[in-house]
């Protein structure tokens, strides 16, 4: 893994430099409530003719006085015109001098690395090209928290121009990720336009977060076999997923033009991840999909069932229910005989609240939802 620092990153800054402007502002500040005093106390006038005549005095606008002035009220006018040139000058040269060096870019970028800090529950996207430019789209469209890693300013101010948030940063260096908050994502997806950044990502993902479901571009079936043993859950090619939509779109065009309006429509389509632990399951555990009256109770409707390996269930009896030895395989369009088994993955559809009445109705036997793109 590379370990390399990323470039926004610097030392803590010193007492001295964390606020360079302050200095100026305050002798700003000085003059003109020193000079405003000297009116209060010379001329006797309010407060408000007091700043005015500040106001009018320290620019060197022109304006007639406020009323004539004393002898020492001029003094205090001279004082005025002389104090507020010399550090209203300083005052914009510091401030420019600041604005050239960088410092107010830094305290943005500063500022935005704290609030990434309080980022939950978002879905990285490494990259910002075509097919990440899509990605953010779809992603948008369900509402979900977004944020974009990409090392290319054109692609990074393309982005933001969207109103999305970007880290400017090198997405295969480990600090990268971390900054992005991988231990607080729910997803990562790797879309950078290479398949060894892909691979690097997904090497340095896997390794920090094992249970973070990857999405990962592959462009080529050698990248896309790699990509899988380095730990993507699922590896994507633009081309085969190109083609498969174009020959579908040609062999059945009613069902491609189907999922397009479910795209846009109320209607989502979710994951529940059942517990391996028959416990958490509790009252379900054993009873079949009819038993459980799941459309009927919520609403909402499902798809398929994808069981867990063979290894991972134990056919045993608990609290009087006995399930049955399953397996890997994907369950499409069940029937209501199927049985909710530990580990087992429901693919479901239904609208916001359909789905979280379905996930109250299984409760803690749910241990992790990944939303998915209908």
């Keep these: 893994m590379k370990s390399r620092r990323p470039w926004f990153r610097r030392s803590p800054p010193t007492s001295r430099s964390k606020q360079p402007w302050l200095l100026p502002l305050l002798a700003l500040v000085l003059v003109i409530n020193a000079s405003a005093i000297g009116y209060r106390l010379t001329e006797g006038w ?66 935005f690395t704290d609030w990434v800090q309080t980022m939950q529950d978002h879905v990285i996207l490494c990259g910002y090209g075509r097919i990440g430019r899509e990605i953010a ?49 729910r997803s990562l997806v790797a879309a950078l336009p290479n398949d060894a950044a892909n691979l690097y990502v997904v090497l340095s993902a896997r390794a920090m977060a094992p249970k973070l479901r990857l999405i990962a571009r592959s462009d080529s079936e050698e990248a896309e076999r790699k990509l899988r043993q380095a730990g993507a859950d699922r590896v994507i090619s633009p081309y085969v997923a190109g083609g498969r939509t174009m020959a579908a779109t040609a062999l059945r065009p009613l069902s491609v033009d189907f999922m397009d309006l479910l ?37 909402a409707l499902v798809l398929a069932v994808r069981n867990p390996e063979p290894s991972v269930i134990n056919p045993y009896s608990y609290r009087g229910s006995t399930y049955a030895q399953g397996g890997p395989e994907l369950i499409a369009n069940p029937g209501g005989d199927v049985q909710v088994i530990p580990g087992q993955l429901m693919v479901v559809l239904g609208s916001k609240d359909q789905l979280a009445r379905f996930r109250a109705l299984l409760g803690a036997a749910v241990v992790e939802e990944s939303p998915m793109i209908a």
Excluded: N
């Excluded at 507020?84 to 500063?110: D, P």
């Excluded at 974009?148 to 990074?156: G, H, K, S």
């Excluded at 880290?167 to 900054?179: G, M, S, V």
């Design 263 to 299: 795209a846009g429509s109320d209607c989502e389509v979710e994951e529940f991840q059942l517990s391996d632990d028959p416990k958490m399951l509790g009252e379900l555990l054993g009873r079949t999909l009819q038993d459980l009256h799941l459309r009927r109770r919520t609403g």
């Design 137 to 185: 789209a779809q992603l948008g469209q369900e509402g979900i928290s977004l944020l974009i890693v990409e090392l290319d300013p054109d692609r990074r101010d393309a982005a933001e121009e969207k109103g999305l948030p970007v880290l400017l940063a090198d997405a295969t260096l480990d600090e990268t990720l971390i900054e992005a908050g991988i231990l607080r994502c």
């Design 46 to 111: 309010d407060w408000g003719d007091c700043y005015w005549m500040v106001a009018i005095t320290i620019p060197t606008i022109g304006y007639g006085e406020v009323e004539p002035l004393s002898a020492a009220g001029r003094v205090v006018t001279v004082f005025s015109i002389v104090g507020g040139v010399v550090v209203v000058q300083l005052t914009i040269r510091s401030l420019v001098s600041l604005s050239e060096a960088g410092y107010f870019r830094k305290m943005r970028q500063r500022r």
